[in-house]
């Protein structure tokens, strides 16, 4: 703060899911306090994050997230295949820094809440809408995001076990990766991974696009 730099925090527990128990917050003392209630592991809040700007939403762009599906084939050496149709998911109000406790202007993630609307969009939409709004080829920021990829499973199989991933000549796991992508001062786009998960619900992407 005493460097002007932005100080926001997702406080969140080591141990749940679906968003219980998770705040944001930019007050020193909340964020020391918040522990109390259980161990949990503080996060830097990505403050200015690329923006969609939907139509039939008024008041500025909203915030986004982005899966891909991962499959590891091997590990020695690394063979990594992504998934080309990846699955998006949009919170439900115009982005703002304004109001912290606003399920639906800073979360994405929609479907387990009862009467918010869950947004789809199919990715050939998605890209050709970020095309025109931000003048740029995805496929370039795809290429960073596969970057990404490889820079994460590099050091999640470099370390033999117990320390990195065990080999395996028949493997078919499967991964989903969520990022967000900010933008940085410099203007430049970079992505921001989120979590991974093993073997995957994939039920509803594969309705979405059935």
Not at 162 to 170: E, T
Request: net charge negative; glycine share 4%.
């Amino acid at each position: 703060e005493d460097q002007q730099i932005d100080n926001t925090w997702i406080i969140k527990p080591i141990n749940l899911t679906r968003s219980i128990d998770v705040s944001i917050t930019n007050l020193f003392d909340m964020a020391i306090r918040l522990p109390e209630s259980g161990s949990k592991i503080a996060c830097k809040y990505v403050s200015t994050p690329v923006l969609l700007n939907i139509p039939e939403i008024e008041g500025g762009g909203v915030k986004f997230d982005i899966r891909y599906m991962l499959l590891l084939r091997s590990i020695r050496p690394l063979k990594l295949y992504v998934h080309k149709v990846f699955w998006l998911r949009f919170a439900n109000k115009p982005y703002s820094m304004q109001e912290l406790d606003d399920y639906e202007t800073h979360f994405t993630v929609m479907n387990y809440r009862v009467g918010s609307e869950l947004r789809q969009m199919d990715c050939e939409t998605f890209i050709r809408m970020y095309n025109e709004q931000y003048g740029e080829s995805w496929s370039k920021v795809e290429q960073d995001i596969f970057q990404m990829f490889r820079e994460l499973f590099h050091c999640a199989t470099v370390e033999k076990p117990p320390l990195g991933i065990a080999s395996c000549i028949s493997s078919r796991a499967l991964y989903a990766a969520d990022l967000i992508l900010e933008l940085n001062p410099n203007n430049k786009i970079q992505s921001k991974l989120l979590e991974i998960n093993f073997t995957p619900d994939c039920h509803r992407v594969c309705s979405f696009y059935s």
